[in-house]
């Protein structure tokens, strides 16, 4: 099984900062790490206009993308359930990734580092540190019963991930 792990926090924290930093710091070390990202927002990666869109927006319930330097597959769900981040993981091909990130998932019961930033309008009290937390990474010393990385020390992080994951 593929090694997965939540990167979460509340919005503006720098969730997606840190990973822009992680992965380049995870692939100098030769892993492979795949990125699944959550978003709330009803977001489209096609062009209105663009062939594939157009197809897509015609009824296809798959729809996929291919040229030579990178495949995308879309898929319509209009009436499913919420998010399956399992399913979504099991999408991905195994045989190209060491690691799975995922950006947010925060109630999903995957292994996950929270994020905590001083300046983020929260208050340490507010985190919830159930058994899949396995750090909490954060910009100031907080005394918790979990370890606490430093959020702008990339290569600790990196360090720590790499011990977590056994890759």
């Known amino acids: 099984m593929i090694p997965v792990l939540a990167i979460s926090a509340w919005s503006g924290t ?4 840190l990973l822009k930093k992680l992965i380049p710091a995870l692939c100098a070390r030769g892993i492979r790490p795949g990125l699944i ?3 709330h927002h009803n977001m489209d ?3 209105p206009g663009k062939d594939s869109y157009e197809l ?6 798959q729809t996929m993308v291919a ?6 597959l879309m898929t319509e769900t209009p009436v499913e359930a919420p998010l399956d981040l399992a399913y979504l993981v099991s999408r991905m091909d195994h045989s190209t990734l060491d690691l799975v990130l995922v950006e947010g998932f925060k109630h999903e019961a995957v292994a996950k ?3 905590f930033r001083s300046d983020a309008g929260h208050d340490v009290q507010e985190l919830t540190l159930d058994e899949h937390v396995i750090a909490v990474a954060s910009d100031v010393v907080l005394g918790l019963e979990v370890p606490v990385l430093d959020l702008n020390d990339v290569e600790g992080i990196v360090e ?3 011990r977590w994951s056994a890759v």
């Not at 720098?14 to 900062?17: D, I, R």
């Not at 897509?56 to 319930?61: F, L, V």
């Not at 040229?67 to 995308?72: G, L």
Request: net charge positive; proline share 0%.
């Open 14 to 17: 720098g969730k997606t900062t």
């Open 37 to 39: 990202k959550h978003t």
């Open 45 to 47: 990666v096609d062009k």
């Open 56 to 61: 897509r927006k015609a009824g296809a319930a």
């Open 67 to 72: 040229s030579r330097q990178r495949w995308a």
């Open 113 to 115: 580092i929270l994020l």
């Open 160 to 162: 720590f991930i790499v």
